[in-house]
């Protein structure tokens, strides 16, 4: 028995070491659209090996596709990407694809394959992708939809669960990056729930199941990712998917992407996904998961949502020719192009006073530092490749976060120096630091500008480092 699970820990360990072959290239970026996966899709019913169906239209008519491989008794299903701008489990199951069409690792996929019938149904919500955005095109939360089943995505997801009654079902979103692990600084890279069937929580075998895989899950999270693992929490909610699933007689898993350092295209993410679900299958094909102990699903520690991109502690803040001593939390939110095909970064300042629950992704230590507006450079400029002539760092070290340009133009909105580029007629607002605001200030040290905040990226004036991705154009 512990030589099976020795092997199976090499499985994963392989899984993870391999995964580069097996990574669908075509989906290197988050903002994947149906259009993406259709090739994919149509190569797969080709292949004798899978069954391809469809199993049912978006509302704006996208094909729904349930991909299915497998003879084995017990069938496990896993759909992703319900809510429109949660990408990261469709890409890791173009991966696992990937990996079941290929040749290698002959007796762990015989035994899998013979053990298991597994269906994929990714991209649960096309219309919703096509703008990147959680809802479909009723304007509603699908995951809200399990009862009233008005969305045809919803009625196609109840329909293939009910006809499959499957064994296990993986229920793949992203969470926002923003979660943590509970009074730690470090980010729920993934969050995990075996969703309750009643308002009691009560835990009965098929509820159970799901926490054991899930344990398990946690154990190779924490491999790679350790102590970036969130459990949520079970409060029964009556319209919900995963929890109708559960009580439905399918063991319901719920996982969800959030945040992984310096992994904004959350590719590191999708790997995770994929060797955890992998493995999972794996598991679930050899029955080992049923040993595992279920009080360790409470072990997990609990999904909180403390984490700012940027954290700035104990800044001092003039008001009124008094000093104050503030923390300041900032998100570097997301603004898509036209297209919903890229993005770049506007940034807010979400909370400020005492912060000392909270966490950064990046923090600074600021005792000692003050903060003022920054200014304008005095000389307007033509165009805005004379701005990329400046020497900007210069610039920020004299306190100018803006530069006025004549003619910008009109598709613009970011510029990817550490400056801000005004228009003629663009009037910075007087520097009031206040929830809401766009930050763009120095911090200076006896009276010297020491760090600059643009756009929300803090550069550090006297190396001319700083994560930082992009200025705003503002007209
Ligand atoms: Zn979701």
Same mark, same amino acid.
Request: proline letters at 4%.
């Given at each position: ?36 996966? @259709? ?11 899978? &069954? ?15 991909? #299915? ?21 469709? @890409? *890791? ?20 394959? &013979? ?28 995951? =809200?939809? $399990? ?6 995505? !919803? ?32 980010? $729920?890279?993934?969050?995990? +729930? ?16 799901? /926490? ?12 790679? $990712? ?30 969800? #992407? ?17 060797? #955890? ?13 049923? #040993?595992?102990?279920? *009080? ?14 940027? &954290?700035?502690?104990? +800044? ?22 036209? /297209? ?19 966490? !950064? ?27 990329? @002539?400046?020497?900007? /760092?210069?610039?920020?070290?004299? !306190? ?47 009276? &010297? ?25 503002? =007209?």
């Amino acid at each position: 028995m512990f030589s099976s699970f020795g092997q199976e820990k090499d499985f994963t360990s392989s899984l993870y070491a391999s995964y580069g072959k097996y990574k669908e290239p075509s989906l290197d970026k988050r903002r994947i659209k149906h259009v993406d996966i @259709q090739p994919l899709i149509n190569t797969l019913s080709n292949n004798p090996k899978f &069954k391809v169906a469809v199993v049912g239209k978006s509302i704006e008519g996208r094909n729904l596709s349930l991909i #299915s491989i497998g003879t084995g008794p017990t069938d496990v299903f896993l759909w992703s990407q319900m809510h429109g701008d949660e990408p990261t489990a469709t @890409q *890791a199951i173009f991966d696992i694809l990937n990996f079941l069409t290929s040749t290698d690792f002959k007796s762990e996929k015989e035994n899998i394959l &013979k053990n298991l019938k597994l269906h994929f149904l990714p991209m649960l919500n096309p219309d919703g992708a096509e703008i990147y955005q959680r809802r479909n095109t009723l304007g509603i939360d699908i995951n =809200r939809d $399990a009862l009233s089943l008005q969305s045809p995505e !919803g009625r196609t997801l109840k329909r293939v669960r009910d006809s499959l009654n499957a064994d296990f079902g993986f229920n793949l979103h992203d969470q926002s990056t923003y979660y943590n692990a509970e009074r730690t600084n470090k980010p $729920a890279t993934i969050s995990y +729930l075996a969703p309750a069937f009643n308002y009691e929580k009560d835990i009965n075998e098929v509820r159970a199941n799901a /926490m054991k895989v899930i344990v398990y899950m946690n154990k190779i999270i924490q491999k790679y $990712a350790p102590g970036q693992v969130g459990r949520y929490n079970d409060d029964f909610e009556p319209r919900a998917f995963g929890d109708n699933i559960q009580k439905w007689g399918t063991s319901a898993i719920l996982i969800e #992407s959030g945040g992984y350092h310096n992994d904004p295209e959350k590719q590191e993410i999708r790997k995770l996904n994929y060797v #955890s679900i992998l493995s999972a299958i794996y598991s679930i094909a050899k029955g080992n998961y049923k #040993s595992i102990p279920l *009080a360790d699903y409470e072990k997990i520690p609990e999904n909180d949502r403390k984490l700012f991109d940027l &954290k700035l502690n104990n +800044l001092t803040y003039n008001l009124l020719g008094k000093n104050y001593m503030l923390d300041v939390g900032i998100h570097q939110l997301e603004v898509d192009d036209a /297209m919903h095909q890229n993005y770049y970064n506007s940034s807010r300042v979400v909370d400020q006073g005492d912060l000392s629950t909270f966490y !950064g992704y990046e923090t600074l230590e600021g005792k000692g530092l003050s903060m003022t507006g920054g200014k304008v450079y005095p000389k307007t400029l033509a165009s805005i490749k004379e701005v990329e @002539q400046l020497k900007v /760092m210069d610039l920020l070290r004299s !306190g100018f976060t803006y530069v006025r340009v004549e003619n910008i133009p009109k598709d613009k909105n970011f510029i990817e120096l550490p400056i801000n580029v005004i228009g003629k007629n663009y009037k910075v607002p007087e520097f009031k630091m206040r929830v809401g605001i766009n930050p763009n200030f120095l911090l200076e040290q006896q009276g &010297k500008p020491r760090y600059a905040i643009v756009n929300g990226f803090l550069i550090d004036l006297k190396s001319g480092e700083g994560n930082f991705k992009n200025a705003l154009i503002l =007209r």
